[in-house]
C-alpha cells in the first residue's frame, strides 16, 4: 500500500482556525475522496505545537492499494479540481506551503525514480 501525505506547512491565519476546517471539510475533501483508487482519505489537524518544532496545521492522507492507483488519481481530472479547491481555501486561510511526502511501497518507487516531490 502507498499514502501520499499532504503537509500543510506553516499557519492558519490567527481567529481563523475553525472556518479553515470548515473550508476543508466543505470543499477539499469531498474532492480528494473522489480521487480513483483512493482506499482512504485521512484528515488530521495539530493540537499542540513545540516551540521551534517545524508548523504541520493540518495533514491530509490518502492511500491506495499500489503504485498503478497513485498514478491514475495524479493523472486525473479530480486531481485539478481537487488542487484548486485546496490552493483557494489557502489563499483564504492559510500561510505557507503543502510539503507532499510518499510512505511505502518503496516509497512509490523510490518517488517515481527520483523526481523532487515538489507540490504535486
Not at 511526502?101 to 512509490?108: C, K, L, P, T, W
Amino acid at each position: 500500500m502507498i499514502t501520499r501525505y499532504a503537509l500543510f506547512e506553516g499557519q492558519v491565519h490567527e481567529g481563523q482556525e475553525a472556518a479553515f476546517r470548515a473550508a476543508v471539510t466543505a470543499e477539499i475533501l469531498p474532492l480528494w475522496k473522489q480521487f480513483p483508487g483512493a482506499l482512504s482519505v485521512r484528515v488530521s489537524y495539530a493540537v499542540k505545537r513545540e516551540d521551534g518544532a517545524p508548523e504541520f496545521p493540518m495533514i491530509l492522507a490518502v492511500s491506495y492499494p499500489d503504485v498503478a492507483a497513485v498514478d491514475a488519481a495524479l493523472s486525473s481530472p479530480v486531481r485539478t479540481k481537487a488542487r484548486a479547491a485546496t490552493e483557494s481555501v489557502l489563499a483564504r486561510f492559510f500561510t505557507g506551503r503543502i510539503h507532499h511526502h510518499v510512505m511505502d511501497a518503496e516509497d512509490y518507487e523510490l518517488a517515481a525514480a527520483i523526481s523532487p516531490l515538489e507540490n504535486r
